[in-house]
């Protein structure tokens, strides 16, 4: 829900020293807080990276409403613009325009704010067309109900799950499988799908949430319930260090990884009730 997406930025945000609640109109320090950012990028401080951009989102958390009600040809959810304004963020920060002395945004002092508006306003008509596109697309991609047989064969019991244990135990399960391929990244994405808060109220996958959810306290909790081996323990700590694009990148090349793991799939299928 989005008040517990509030909440865990919120609590992010709060690293912050002399941090104060309020969106971009009750405390206009946006400027403030994208240097911020900035400095902490410099000196490859993660966790307080992790927490200025938390904090936007907090400031920013108003348009979020507006995001919603400028999209809704798009059949998102509201959950949904919490992606897109994180991935907004990101852009503004990598290109970072303000902090340039050749653009004219350096001379203006709220050319951090200026920035960030301007990027939100790309991200999402960026989605939109990709939307555009995959509207188009399924409109002469076409499926049969033979296909949809070869799949679930001519019952629909697999859709239901009565033993939520035996669901659970199947998740560890996998869980300790990515471990042995000392791949911890995906080992990480399912715990945040299936435990933590790593999906939209939609079911839809959502990396801002998961990217939030890496903190230290989390890696601690990952390595106690799961009895991290000391070589995914170093891997652990080399997540940590990555910037947030990087970690980003990352994740989204492990989803494509376990989209392809037909347990995964059979899984979801199962949660689907």
């Known amino acids: 829900?989005?008040?517990?997406?509030?909440?865990?930025?919120?609590?992010?945000?709060?690293?912050?020293?002399?941090?104060?609640?309020?969106?971009?109109?009750?405390?206009?320090?946006?400027?403030?807080?994208a240097n911020g950012y900035c400095d902490a990028e410099a000196t490859?401080?993660?966790?307080?990276?992790g927490s200025y951009i938390s904090a936007l989102m907090v400031r920013y958390w108003y348009m979020i409403p507006f995001l919603y009600n400028q999209s809704v040809s798009l059949r998102v959810d509201r959950e949904d613009m919490?992606?897109?304004?994180?991935?907004?963020?990101?852009?503004?920060?990598?290109?970072?325009?303000?902090?340039?002395?050749n653009d004219k945004l350096s001379s203006d002092s709220h050319?951090?704010?200026?920035?960030?508006?301007?990027?939100?306003?790309?991200?999402?008509?960026?989605?939109?067309?990709?939307?555009?596109?995959?509207?188009?697309?399924?409109?002469?991609?076409?499926?049969?109900?033979?296909?949809?047989?070869?799949i679930y064969d001519d019952s629909s019991e697999e859709l239901l799950v009565e033993d939520d244990a035996k669901d659970t135990l199947d998740v560890d399960m996998l869980i300790n499988k990515?471990?042995?391929?000392?791949?911890?990244?995906?080992?990480?994405?399912?715990?945040?799908?299936?435990?933590?808060?790593?999906?939209?109220?939609?079911?839809?996958?959502s990396i801002a949430k998961i990217v939030v959810n890496f903190d230290i306290d989390y890696y601690k909790y990952f390595v106690n319930t799961y009895k991290v081996s000391d070589d995914n323990i170093t891997k652990i700590a080399q997540l940590a260090?990555?910037?947030?694009?990087?970690?980003?990148?990352?994740?989204?090349?492990?989803?494509?990884?376990?989209?392809?793991?037909?347990?995964?799939?059979s899984i979801y299928v199962a949660r689907c009730r």
Request: proline residues 1%; aromatic residues 8%; charged residues 25%.
């Open 82 to 101: 919490i992606d897109i304004l994180y991935e907004a963020f990101l852009k503004a920060f990598k290109n970072k325009k303000w902090l340039d002395s």
């Open 1 to 33: 829900m989005l008040g517990d997406s509030y909440n865990l930025f919120l609590q992010s945000a709060r690293k912050i020293p002399n941090f104060k609640i309020g969106t971009k109109e009750d405390c206009d320090d946006i400027q403030t807080l």
């Open 44 to 49: 490859q401080d993660n966790e307080l990276m």
């Open 111 to 150: 050319g951090a704010q200026k920035c960030i508006e301007r990027c939100i306003d790309s991200v999402r008509l960026t989605h939109y067309q990709l939307a555009n596109h995959n509207c188009r697309k399924i409109n002469y991609i076409t499926h049969s109900l033979d296909m949809v047989q070869e």
């Open 178 to 205: 990515y471990l042995l391929q000392n791949n911890v990244l995906c080992a990480m994405i399912i715990d945040c799908i299936c435990y933590q808060e790593g999906l939209t109220k939609s079911n839809k996958l």
């Open 241 to 265: 260090q990555m910037s947030k694009e990087t970690l980003i990148k990352n994740i989204r090349k492990a989803v494509v990884l376990l989209r392809e793991d037909t347990t995964i799939n």
